[in-house]
């Protein structure tokens, strides 16, 4: 007989399918209440690295056209 192996991800699944309805609801309102957290989290750190990049004069700003200007002087 064939064994077959779980990933953790697999077993995680078959546990949360063994809850109830409702506990499964709350699982799913934590975990998006989570990720958005995480999200937010992300964005504060990369306009903070966005404002010290412009302190130290690493950041540039201008229009798309200015942009394009400034990838194709690149080449």
């Known amino acids: 007989m064939k064994r077959t192996v779980l990933t953790p991800f697999q077993q ?7 809850f109830p309805a ?3 609801e709350a699982l799913i309102e934590i975990i998006q209440r989570r990720l958005v957290e995480q999200r937010r989290a ?4 990369n306009a ?6 412009f302190r130290e ?4 700003y201008g229009t798309v056209d200015d942009l394009r200007r400034d990838l194709l002087d690149e080449l």
């Open 12 to 18: 995680a699944l078959d546990a949360i399918e063994r």
């Open 22 to 24: 409702d506990d499964q």
């Open 42 to 45: 992300e964005i504060a750190r």
């Open 48 to 53: 903070r690295a966005t404002v010290q990049a």
């Open 57 to 60: 004069g690493r950041a540039r």
